[in-house]
């Protein structure tokens, strides 16, 4: 499985601060600390000797002693002040603690332990400056629903600790189509669009990669199986399949734009009266239900067969709803 790109930024920003504290470390010392192959040492290495501060010219870079390097050792001989302290501005502490609240307000991520207390560190840090962030007002779309918030962030935290130790996990799950299975996942990323979370993984029921909305796994348990290496395609951050059994086009008002963005759609025309947006589909009740939530500002679907079916379900959802005598008129 690919090292995430998180994981290896927190190693090397990690490296530079183990290096300035010491004058000559062995690449093998290295490995051995950082739990990675050697070989990953010295492209760690490779990589932080290529990174500095802007401008970019030699000596905005960090540097190491090549000798050192090819004897297998690594001394780190320029820091560039990354080995100090990280010292915020007012500016930038409380565009950080606004960034924290609007974290801390995604589904899930309220009762994080680890966002509560980065936030609470950086507000009392950061003093009367840290007033300035109330001006800017966070609000959740839909209303907090506690008991689910409380699921929700067990579910995550397993998935996290998962996706750490790259282990196997069980899901009871529930699809968009209201059918329960339970599935083997090897966990591949955690990705959010802002409203929900998700799972990518390897799905061993499905034989394939599969995204699973946190909010309907009804049951999540480590397996203690370590993940197994699957030949897949390296996360894009979004949160609906790059290939799916269905294509749709789906004719929009300009303004639901948002779906072409959140769910990994492209726009392929647009005017001033509408958008069309392309969208591959893997799970047909889930377009069912993304149509009905957009109601009115959907202007038509392709395939046409697919549309009739949405249609039907519309009309069979109506005649559980009694029409007001306006309507009966109308």
């Known amino acids: 499985m690919a090292e995430p790109t998180s994981t290896r930024l927190a190693r090397l920003l990690a490296m530079v601060a183990y290096l300035a504290e010491r004058d000559d470390v062995p690449v093998a010392e290295l490995a ?24 970019y010219q030699p000596d905005d870079l960090l540097d190491f002693s ?70 800017v007002a966070l609000e959740r779309a839909d209303a907090v629903d506690a008991p689910l918030e409380d699921h929700l962030a067990r579910v995550l935290a397993v998935a996290r600790a998962a996706l750490a130790a790259r282990e196997r ?6 699809a968009a189509s209201d059918a329960t299975t339970e599935r083997d996942v090897d966990p ?40 197994a290496a699957h030949e897949v395609a390296p996360g894009t951050g979004r949160v609906r399949p ?13 303004r639901s734009r948002w779906v072409a963005e959140r769910f990994g759609g492209e726009v392929v025309a647009e005017d001033d009266a509408r958008i069309v947006v392309a969208l591959d589909v893997a799970d047909e009740a889930w377009l069912a239900r993304l149509v009905l939530d957009l109601g009115p ?12 079916a949405i249609a039907g379900r519309a009309s ?15």
């Open 66 to 135: 090549a000798d050192s390097y090819d004897a297998q050792r690594i001394t780190l001989t320029n820091a560039r002040g990354m080995d100090r302290p990280l010292r915020l501005g007012p500016g930038e502490a409380v565009a950080l603690i606004v960034a924290l609240r609007a974290l801390a307000n995604l589904p899930g991520m309220g009762a994080d332990p680890a966002v509560a207390s980065a936030l609470a560190k950086l507000t009392a840090a950061a003093g009367d400056a840290a007033q300035a962030a109330d001006a």
């Open 188 to 227: 591949l990323e955690l990705l959010s669009d802002g409203e929900s979370w998700f799972l990518r993984g390897w799905c061993l029921l499905a034989d394939g990669v599969r995204h699973f909305r946190l909010d309907r796994v009804g049951e999540i348990t480590r397996t203690g199986v370590a993940a």
């Open 297 to 308: 500002d959907v202007l038509g679907l392709e395939p046409a067969d697919v549309a009739a």
């Open 242 to 254: 790059e290939s799916g059994a269905l294509s749709a086009r789906l004719a929009l008002t300009p």
């Open 316 to 330: 069979a959802a109506l005649t559980a709803y009694p029409l007001t005598a306006d309507e009966e008129v109308g």
């Open 32 to 55: 051995e600390h950082f739990g990675v192959p050697q070989a990953q040492i010295m492209k760690d290495v490779d990589t932080l000797w290529v990174s500095g501060t802007p401008g």
């Open 169 to 174: 996990v069980h899901l009871r799950y529930t």
